[in-house]
């Protein structure tokens, strides 16, 4: 019996370690893109420049997932400029090929997607332009 009782208070202080480290994800990158369309499961017109009129922006993320946490979710971020133009979520699950995308509306200037897990923790970063239109200063 008193052998025992101080393997179980080292599980007992570490449970909490250990419940969080069962939730985490282990979701690797492999593409990251910016694009004019998402069909059929895949990015088109992969660009960082989006011609002037142009009214919306995709980005696209290929993931590999062997352990994903209940709930586990990742978020676009759109900013123009240093301010955040959209936000949107993607539930993600095992898959050695998980593709999540989002879009946003665009306007001329400089922009950038950003993909976060539900942490908070940043796995991609895009830059794109959008033009202005013809004589637009």
């Known amino acids: 019996m008193f052998r025992v009782l101080p393997l179980l208070i080292l599980v007992l202080l570490m449970w909490p370690q250990l419940a969080r480290a069962q939730e985490e ?19 088109q017109g992969e660009t960082d420049k989006f011609e002037a009129g142009a009214e ?23 900013l123009q400029g240093e301010r955040e133009a959209g936000k949107s979520r993607a539930r993600v699950d095992v898959s050695r090929n998980w593709r999540i995308w989002s879009q946003v509306r665009i306007s001329p200037g400089e922009w950038r997607v950003q993909l976060k897990d539900s942490d908070g923790r940043l796995q991609a970063e895009r830059k794109f332009e959008v033009a202005a239109p013809p004589g637009a200063e």
């Open 25 to 43: 994800h282990d979701c690797v990158v492999r593409q990251f893109a910016t694009a004019r369309l998402v069909s059929n499961l895949e990015p």
């Open 56 to 78: 919306r922006a995709y980005a696209f993320a290929r993931l590999d997932c062997a352990h994903v946490g209940n709930g586990e979710t990742f978020w676009f971020h759109w």
